[in-house]
């Protein structure tokens, strides 16, 4: 999968799996409507996160998974950073409408525009509660039994036509919040992510969702020119 486009393909699965925020459900059973109407109720109070995470791509295409690792920050309402540790370090911010993915090992910087039109339907509007999944998913308990540590698991399958055929998710019965999260497209697909060390509300820094890269990184920008970018050991 092209860098640029596994970028957005993970932006856009993050915010579903984080946000959630928007379980308002159609008639599921009702161990499912109780499970995912706490959910709901514990996302819509958060105003910060905080997680590790492991990251799982498995496709049929290739025979060992390709395994990817670091933290998460998110912060209301529209600020949110992946910070990947392992195997190759880089990064993944949204900031005022600038979607920026770092690269270190190359010394390279893409930049794109991304208005709160484009990313809401994403992202924004999950995160922050302001939508709901009513129209969007249809949720079912999953027959797998879930994990140790699991409040529950649920399955979203889209109402419409979506490049996701369903999401799994499992609830964490110490905080309420999403531990496990599985994306499967119809050709098999999976994309897997599991958290930890999950801090609901911490205090974040602003200088978490500042990005300085060195003097010498390559910037490339997808579109007109943006704001200047900042590097290290400059004002």
């Given at each position: 999968?092209?860098?640029?486009?596994?970028?957005?393909?993970?932006?856009?699965?993050?915010?579903?799996?984080?946000?959630?925020?928007?379980?308002?459900?159609?008639?599921?059973?009702?161990?499912?409507?109780?499970?995912?109407?706490?959910?709901?109720?514990?996302?819509?109070g958060l105003k910060s996160l905080q997680a590790d995470f492991d990251q799982y791509y498995y496709s049929g295409t290739v025979s060992k998974p390709l395994h990817e690792k670091g933290r998460l920050y998110f912060r209301k309402p529209d600020l949110m950073r992946w910070e990947y540790a392992e195997p190759e370090p880089k990064v993944f911010l949204y900031k005022d409408e600038v979607f920026s993915q770092y690269y270190p090992e190359d010394s390279q910087l893409i930049?794109?525009?991304?208005?709160?039109?484009?990313?809401e339907s994403e992202v924004l509007t999950l995160l922050s509660g302001q939508k709901s999944l009513e129209a969007d998913y249809k949720v079912e308990p999953d027959p797998a039994p879930p994990e140790a540590?699991?409040?529950?698991?649920?399955k979203l399958v889209p109402k419409?036509?979506?490049?996701?055929?369903?999401?799994?998710?499992?609830?964490?019965?110490?905080?309420?919040l999403v531990r496990k999260a599985v994306f499967e497209d119809a050709a098999g697909n999976r994309t897997?992510?599991?958290?930890n060390k999950i801090k609901a509300n911490p205090k974040l820094k602003a200088s978490v969702f500042v990005l300085?890269?060195?003097p010498d990184t390559e910037v490339i920008e997808d579109e007109a020119p943006l704001v200047p970018v900042k590097k290290e050991g400059r004002a």
């Open positions: 999968m092209p860098r640029a486009l596994r970028a957005l393909v993970l932006t856009a699965m993050a915010g579903t799996l984080i946000s959630l925020t928007a379980f308002a459900l159609a008639s599921p059973p009702p161990q499912s409507q109780s499970l995912a109407a706490r959910l709901e109720q514990k996302l819509r930049r794109s525009a991304l208005g709160k039109t484009q990313y540590g699991s409040a529950g698991r649920l419409a036509e979506s490049e996701y055929a369903a999401i799994t998710l499992d609830v964490d019965s110490r905080t309420g897997e992510f599991i958290f300085e890269v060195p």
